[in-house]
């Protein structure tokens, strides 16, 4: 077997190949000078790369091992040829800038976090614990390395810092990522005691990539016996929704809230459901009061005989979003109330209220009404995050936007590693922005929470290390799953994405912690990280605009929204709350698998080292607090800690956090953090713009202005 070096040269493997300098971008500043690597053969495929690293004195020299073994998604020779070297090249180079300590080894276990993109014919390298994602440019496909180990000589006096992100060791597995298997039940009620959300379910990509909570289908949520159903959302296939959730079918009643505009497509809903057997629909467009409003909110409300589900989610009701598209969902079933639980909660008035703004049909309002009344929301692990179009001031003032994201965190205390540390945007349309609104309002609002050290967390680094925008590049939506036709999708035009001063501010999709470099985001996530840490979390259908988050006005007296939108915030108090309530782990469909994580399964998240819940006396806890909502739940808890992971790893497995030996809560964000900025020499790196035309033809073939399918009409095929 010959392999191919970035120069063009070929050589067998096991002679070797000696590069100059290789530009690594940020790394500009690192004392390489020359790298040489060694390839030998073991099974026909090369596992061992030895790097050789000269300070630019010519001095320090060190040499590292580095050993691995791989399971390629798509075994190829010509990918064993192009793509291997660069990995290992890479890969010891990672290891040799996190190297630390007058030591002679790192173990393979140990837990690094860095990013690392090649300019040579690869698209990106990522490391975290003892995995390597790797996706070339040319093809996007996509390599696991499933152990590593490494070693490494250092000159006397040589400081091998430990890097001040690194969480606990990563536990080993020699074993290939399981795919999801579909039972037929409902998959995310399993890990969804493990995960924050889920992310949906994609054809086309790895399996492991798909593993829970990576696989989620709306299927798996929206099923049983289901008595009243509320859809809502922006787009609706009745088509497609009833052959992907033939569940619904069964049900007493359907509402759809929606936001379509169009007379033919509110007909096709209903011809389509009453052909289908469905007589008890209702289908309803909340009124706008603004104008260039949308109702763009995507959510269930679903009653059992046992209780009711709450689901919030980013994808449309098309096939689409459904399938090819990076797309997230939250949900939560909540028990009917008993004598010990509270009058009500904070959830249940956001959700109340929410529901009234949509000014429903007197039936199904009332219905809605009583199913907020008749159950105990105290064990919420969110808050709701609304957007209500209108003119809000007074109470009101802070009840909805940005505004009331900043109102929940100016109440909770973080860890003092958080203060200054960077925000993060990441969403799929964005809106006519100007500097004041970004800088002065939203960021402002994004920034607020107090540090256990004393103080505010404060705005930390100006620009963008302290405000990152993750936004698809014109060569990720390219080479994406659905080609050109996916930019449809992430509708920015080029008058608001190329303003001079959002430039700096560009971040990549990126993809690779789940395998979905090729899927485009239509996930909107909105986060404060510190390392692989992350503070709070948001998942919404909240794109970047003033439309959806809303502008002050009047001096600060008054909040301006024009469209409907709705999402979930994650903190650590609402999950330690959560931990510790007798009515963690309640299901509405009892025969899905138990919501607890087992010793077995660590697949997403390991609980540890949280005090057992005495049903009793959180049952007492909860009553005592009454009219008082949520807050005295809280009190006195362990605040868990949230980390981000990757698809395939057991990073869960860990028992303790690194920090404050709390426990340990993993969330599936699908990009990297940090995310990778855009390199201004590359010309891929150009933000994505829905109304240019672009050249060349995409990953199916085709052209940007050759006719593609509708989004209507379609079926869900069989798995």
Partial sequence: MELECPDGTTLPVGTGCTYGRWNLGAAADDNISREQFRLDPVDGLADVVQLQVLGRNGNASRLITLECSWIPTRPSRKHERTIMPCVFLAAAMV???QLSAPSDSLAGGDHWELTDYLDQGMSSVVATGARFYVASRMETTMFKLQSVSAKANFPAGTKRPRSATAGPPAKENNQPPTAVVDTGQSQPDGPGDKACFQLLYVREIPDWANRAPGGCRLRDVVHGSMKW??????MVDMTWLLSACPHLLQAHQLVIVHGERTPDRVGAMKAVAASAGLANLVVHAPPLPVQFGTYHSKAFMIEYERGLRVVVHTANLIYVDCNNKSQGLWYQDFPRKNDTSPATSEFEQELADYL????????????????CKQHDFSSARVHLII?????HSGPALKKYGHLRVQALLARETFPAHFQGAPLVAQFSSLGSLDERWLSKEFRVSLSAGLSSAGGKLGLG????KGLQLVWPTVQEIKASLEGWRGGASVPGPAKNVNK??????????GGEPWGRQRAMPHIKSYTRYEGQQVAWFILASHNLSKAAWGAVQKQGTQLFIRSFELGVMFLPSLEARYRQHPNRGFSCTPQAPPAHPSAEDASTCTIVNAPPADPLAAAAATAAAGEQ???ALAQGLPAPEFWTSQAGTDDSSDTTSSSSGTSRLIMPIPYMLPPRPYSSHMSTDQPWCVDIEYSGVDSLGHNINDPVQGFYGQLQPPD
Avoid: I, M, T
Avoid at 229 to 234: E, G, I, K, Q
Avoid at 356 to 371: C, F, G, I, N, T
């Fill in 500 to 509: 001079p001063f959002l430039q700096p501010f560009w971040h990549k999709w």
């Fill in 95 to 97: 290891l040799e800038r």
């Fill in 229 to 234: 159903v509320l859809a809502s959302n922006f």
């Fill in 461 to 464: 680094a100006a620009g963008a």
């Fill in 356 to 371: 009234k703004a949509l000014r429903l049909p007197q039936a199904p309002a009332q219905k809605a009404e009583a199913l």
């Fill in 629 to 631: 909502g949520d807050a």
């Fill in 387 to 391: 957007s209500r179009p209108g003119y």
